[in-house]
């Protein structure tokens, strides 16, 4: 497209495209991309900017690689898609095999599914059906975080903070769940045990109706980007053991090595009933989740008054997809991620350090690829979009975060690029 045609296309997206978390009433303006190189995307006013976001913390390993380009276009060739229903495709089985592998023990039955608010629905239904086929029907609540996020779906957005995780609108139609006070005691702080007895509180008096927890682990994202102690998932571990309440534990933004640890929950050494995994998982080429789950809950499930699990998406296992997630996985192995990421929290804590002395911001806070500045009041995006890329960067705050979440691939001067860019534009707000 010319200038002009590209102008007229934006008019017309302006007037019929909804994009999320937007409104159709005079909505801002959305950047035309036309192609995306490693950390940068090319705008088609020929601007280039460096993506803070990897697309939603998803493009781990930057854009147009090669290795995924070439997995994609191989399996193309092949098929792109067949039901999964009474079939099965070698990328699937590998795929699976890869994921039994890389989790923590006894983990070991997956089911795919097409996105990571799919992936927190299927271990919904897992959870309750578990219950279910032991009898014990009145298990059918989840206690979850404040300060949680794990999807838009219905019942995603049912376990997401009442409100703070931006579903309260439908506070009086959505299943009614219990919820914790988020851990008080940071990451990186010495442990408090005093932190837990709130959870364990609600666990002791509500256990008998729960089918299940449900939490990010260590890292809370799209509620906060907040990071807490790693004890306090292990006593959340160790709670449900006592109580008799499966653990989900949703790694969707922070699996594959997002946090410093290729899931967090190594940090606390804990692993999950139920495992749910996502963004990473095919690099951001096409949309792909998992939910895994043990031998003890699948074939409980398996054994009761269904002989099934009641759920089958349409794109289950999709060839395409699972063939790019395999060739992610292998870059991500082959490529000392754990260096990388190690480089790029070293780097964001010396660069974004400077921004504590500003007035208007709250706090910094860094782990993993995760770089984090929290201002005292809600950015407005209206004014800080446009100034970030005029600086040369992509970001997409909210609330009051303006938080990088950068390919793992980024240099070490295209990070400080980004870093000087943003503090520069926080600076401008007031």
């Not at 139920?274 to 789950?293: F, N, S, V």
């Amino acid at each position: 497209m010319n200038s002009d045609q590209w102008d007229q296309a934006i008019e017309w997206e302006r007037a019929h495209l909804w994009h999320p978390y937007s409104s159709m009433i005079d909505p801002q303006p959305a950047l035309p991309v036309v192609a995306a190189e490693g950390v940068r995307l090319r705008l088609a006013d020929g601007r280039e900017l460096i993506d803070g976001m990897a697309s939603w913390w998803c493009a781990i390993h930057g854009y147009n690689h090669p290795r995924l380009n070439q997995a994609l276009q191989g399996q193309l060739g092949r098929m792109a898609h067949v039901m999964f229903g009474g079939l099965t495709h070698e990328p699937a089985i590998e795929l699976a095999r890869r994921l039994v592998a890389l989790t923590p023990e006894p983990l070991e039955k997956v089911f795919f599914s097409d996105s990571g608010s799919v992936a927190v629905e299927v271990a919904i239904k897992m959870a309750l059906q578990y219950w279910q086929a032991r009898g014990e029907k009145g298990k059918a609540r989840l206690l979850a975080l404040r300060g949680g996020y794990h999807g838009d779906t219905f019942g995603a957005m049912s376990v997401c903070d009442p409100v703070t995780g931006m579903h309260h609108l439908f506070g009086e139609v959505l299943p009614q769940q219990l919820f914790a006070e988020r851990p008080a005691c940071r990451f990186g702080q010495t442990w408090d045990p005093t932190d837990i007895q709130p959870f364990a509180v609600l666990m002791e008096r509500h256990h008998q109706e729960l089918a299940a927890v449900i939490l990010e682990p260590i890292v809370q994202g799209a509620g906060g980007m907040y990071f807490y102690h790693p004890e306090y998932l292990r006593e959340v571990r160790a709670l449900c053991d006592r109580f008799g309440v499966l653990l989900i534990i949703d790694e969707i933004a922070t699996g594959f090595g997002r946090s410093g640890r290729l899931f967090a929950c190594e940090y606390a050494d804990v692993t999950a009933d139920i495992l749910c995994l996502g963004k990473a998982l095919t690099g951001g080429y096409l949309t792909l989740a998992a939910t895994l789950t043990t031998r003890q809950v699948a074939e409980t499930i398996s054994r009761g008054g269904a002989g099934c699990f009641m759920h089958g998406p349409t794109f289950m296992a999709n060839p395409l997809a699972c063939s790019v997630a395999l060739a992610s996985l292998d870059l991500l192995l082959e490529g000392q991620w754990q260096a990388r990421v190690l480089r790029i929290e070293q780097q964001l804590r010396r660069e974004l350090a400077p921004a504590e002395a500003l007035e208007s911001v709250a706090e910094i806070r860094v782990l993993g690829a995760i770089g984090v500045i929290e201002m005292r009041r809600p950015v407005d995006l209206q004014q800080i979009t446009p100034a970030l890329v005029d600086a040369g960067v992509w970001l997409r705050p909210f609330g009051r975060l303006v938080y990088m979440m950068p390919p793992y691939v980024i240099s070490a001067a295209d990070l400080s690029f980004l870093s000087a860019a943003t503090l520069k534009v926080i600076t401008t707000l007031r």
